[in-house]
């Protein structure tokens, strides 16, 4: 009889095998949870509802919120984030 492997948490959490990428290439899971990185390789979760509310607050001449946000760093997106969260950002 063959001896059955389990993944722990951890290496489940490495697996690249979520439910696709966004436009630009951010991954996403299957609970349309966002992992936005930028140029410096940092970091940061984002939900689906927060990734519809920050791609609408985008007002610009083209068509592309998704590629604007990619310019933004990831801590100033963090700190947008909080700000909405605590209701001080429209």
């Known amino acids: 009889m063959s ?6 948490d951890e290496q489940l959490e490495s697996v690249s095998g ?4 966004t436009k630009w290439g951010y991954n996403y899971d299957d609970k349309g949870t966002v ?18 509310w920050l791609l609408g ?5 083209i068509e592309d919120p ?3 946000l990619s310019t933004v760093p990831v801590k100033d997106v ?5 700000q909405h969260h605590a209701g001080t950002m429209k």
């Open 66 to 68: 998704e590629y604007y």
């Open 3 to 8: 001896e059955v492997s389990k993944l722990n």
């Open 78 to 82: 963090s700190s947008i984030l909080d």
């Open 35 to 52: 992992t936005f990185a930028d140029k410096t390789g940092a970091s940061i979760k984002i939900s689906a509802a927060d990734w519809k």
């Open 18 to 21: 979520g439910a696709g990428k």
């Open 57 to 61: 607050k985008y007002n610009g001449p």
